[in-house]
């Protein structure tokens, strides 16, 4: 549920929203919610259906620098991870990010395979345990593509060495559906939601800024509360974590 992510934002790094990050969109798919938008006319959906094709075929390059002797979890989708990490362009060797130089030395957190960070970044953390470093190289089709995002040029390759923390219950678990389900009613209010980020937040010692808050949580019904009742059902919830 970490919707309104991809900035630089209290926490950096390539979330959406501020420093890269691309756009989240509506869809089957939590958080992840892909915008099925209809192109108008068959020129504009076929291009459309070669612009998927080609990003569907790039791959993310994974280089494991450090690993640890005992691993006990295994990052999934829908997992929320605490990571350290530094970005660079890969034509001139540039940094364009670093959460230790840019986020006052914090690390950031975000939730994997839900679309808070470029898609390369979805592809190339899964089943990474903690301790373990990676080098990520990063087509432009799975970073920030033909339009670039602040210091990232259009059409760039990125290039990232990541370095994962910690791992936890991301928020479309059904065990933290039934946290956040403070009156059992089986459904989410926004303020049970901000609730339990707050209290997330708080376990980590990250700042609590009300005004973030409320932001993240109108970007979390508006793509999440599908029949706009003003509540996130148990249905809505599941099923699209179900899909991640």
């Not at 793509?223 to 059902?233: L, N, P, Q, R, T």
Request: net charge neutral.
């Amino acid at each position: 549920m970490g919707g309104c992510l991809g900035r630089p934002g209290p926490r950096g790094g390539p979330i959406r929203g501020a420093v890269p990050a691309p756009c989240r969109v509506r869809g089957r798919g939590s958080c992840q919610l892909i915008r099925a938008c209809l192109g108008a006319g068959f020129a504009t959906s076929a291009a459309e259906g070669r612009g998927r094709r080609a990003s569907e075929e790039a791959e993310v390059t994974v280089e494991v620098l450090q690993k640890p002797f005992i691993c006990h979890r295994k990052t999934k989708w829908g997992d929320m991870m605490l990571v350290h990490y530094e970005g660079y362009l890969e034509k001139d060797g540039s940094m364009f990010h670093s959460t230790h130089k840019h986020n006052n030395g914090q690390p950031m957190w975000f939730t994997l395979g839900i679309k808070e960070a470029i898609k390369g970044w979805d592809k190339g953390l899964k089943d990474m345990c903690v301790g373990e470093k990676r080098k990520l190289t990063i087509p432009p089709s799975l970073g920030y593509g033909k339009e670039g995002k602040g210091k990232i040029p259009p059409e760039s390759t990125l290039i990232f060495n990541i370095d994962l923390l910690e791992i936890r219950n991301g928020p479309r678990s059904h065990e933290s559906f039934q946290e956040m389900d403070l009156n059992d009613d089986w459904k989410l209010s926004k303020d049970e939601v901000k609730i339990y980020l707050k209290k997330e937040f708080e376990k980590h010692g990250a700042a609590v800024n009300d005004s973030q808050h409320d932001v993240l949580i109108e970007d979390i019904f508006d793509k999440e509360d599908e029949d706009s009742d003003g509540f996130i059902s148990a249905r809505e919830f599941t099923y699209k974590h179900d899909e991640l």
